[in-house]
């Protein structure tokens, strides 16, 4: 009698398609096709860093982020290796996002980076939330209703005027509409953080 060994049982997992669950935009494209590249044991990968290159033709060290090239000069100088790492440390505290000037950013997306921010800065020291995060969804679901798509250095006192009326015509009291309105001065005040190279406390040349 011929005994054979049982093959072990291999589980077959569904491939994701476009009605599936997506994957998270910052997983390497490898990793979505359901293959995870080899990585050699002594080498250290950082998720989420962009490598410092030397550029072949000139010799300049640079970057690759979201389609641009970023120069920092001559590979071989101290002073480039600096530029970059100072460089990765904003472009890292910015969620890995690229700076952007006052005239590219919108409301909408400023409400949007303040949100990530909040969500991680009202937290007590046992890492359950404040609360305080709750009280700035009415007046951000305001702003971007009325001014989401207009540039944030368009959002001036009349926008915030607006603003108010809107929360007005919702019925609240006069000392809830006064703390949105405080919160919403203190967002666009963040946008310097975001990457916003515009003075704190200005939007559009007028003090909020």
Same mark, same amino acid.
């Given at each position: 009698?011929?005994? @054979?060994?049982?093959?072990?049982?291999?589980?077959?997992? !569904?491939?994701?398609?476009?009605?599936?669950?997506?994957?998270?935009?910052?997983? !390497? #494209?490898? *990793?979505?096709?359901?293959?995870?590249?080899?990585?050699?044991?002594?080498?250290?990968?950082?998720?989420?860093? !962009?490598?410092?290159?030397?550029?072949?033709?000139?010799?300049?060290?640079?970057?690759?982020?979201? %389609?641009?090239? +970023?120069?920092?000069?001559?590979?071989?100088?101290?002073?480039?290796?600096?530029?970059?790492?100072?460089?990765?440390?904003?472009?890292?505290?910015?969620?890995?996002?690229?700076?952007?000037?006052?005239?590219?950013? *919108?409301?909408?997306?400023?409400? @949007?980076?303040?949100?990530?921010?909040?969500?991680?800065?009202?937290?007590?020291?046992?890492? *359950? #939330?404040? %609360?305080?995060?709750?009280?700035?969804? !009415?007046?951000?679901?305001?702003?971007?209703? &009325?001014? %989401?798509? @207009?540039?944030?250095?368009?959002?001036?006192? &009349?926008? &915030?005027?607006?603003?108010?009326?809107?929360?007005?015509?919702?019925?609240? #009291?006069?000392?809830? +509409?006064?703390?949105? +309105?405080?919160?919403?001065?203190?967002?666009?005040? @963040?946008?310097?953080?975001?990457?916003?190279?515009?003075?704190?406390?200005?939007?559009?040349?007028?003090?909020?």
């Amino acid at each position: 009698m011929t005994v @054979c060994s049982a093959r072990p049982v291999v589980p077959v997992v !569904p491939a994701f398609t476009r009605n599936s669950q997506k994957l998270p935009e910052d997983l !390497p #494209s490898a *990793t979505r096709a359901g293959r995870r590249k080899r990585v050699p044991a002594n080498c250290t990968v950082k998720v989420g860093v !962009p490598n410092l290159k030397q550029h072949k033709g000139t010799g300049q060290g640079y970057v690759e982020v979201e %389609g641009r090239f +970023i120069y920092f000069g001559r590979y071989d100088l101290p002073l480039t290796h600096q530029k970059y790492h100072q460089f990765v440390a904003e472009y890292m505290a910015a969620g890995r996002r690229l700076p952007v000037t006052p005239e590219a950013i *919108t409301v909408t997306e400023l409400l @949007c980076r303040f949100w990530e921010h909040a969500l991680s800065y009202y937290r007590r020291a046992d890492g *359950t #939330s404040t %609360g305080e995060i709750d009280n700035f969804k !009415p007046v951000i679901a305001t702003m971007r209703a &009325l001014y %989401g798509h @207009c540039l944030v250095t368009e959002f001036g006192p &009349l926008a &915030l005027r607006a603003v108010r009326q809107r929360l007005i015509e919702r019925g609240l #009291s006069r000392t809830t +509409i006064n703390q949105l +309105i405080n919160r919403a001065r203190r967002m666009v005040r @963040c946008r310097k953080g975001f990457g916003s190279d515009a003075p704190m406390g200005v939007a559009g040349g007028y003090g909020i």
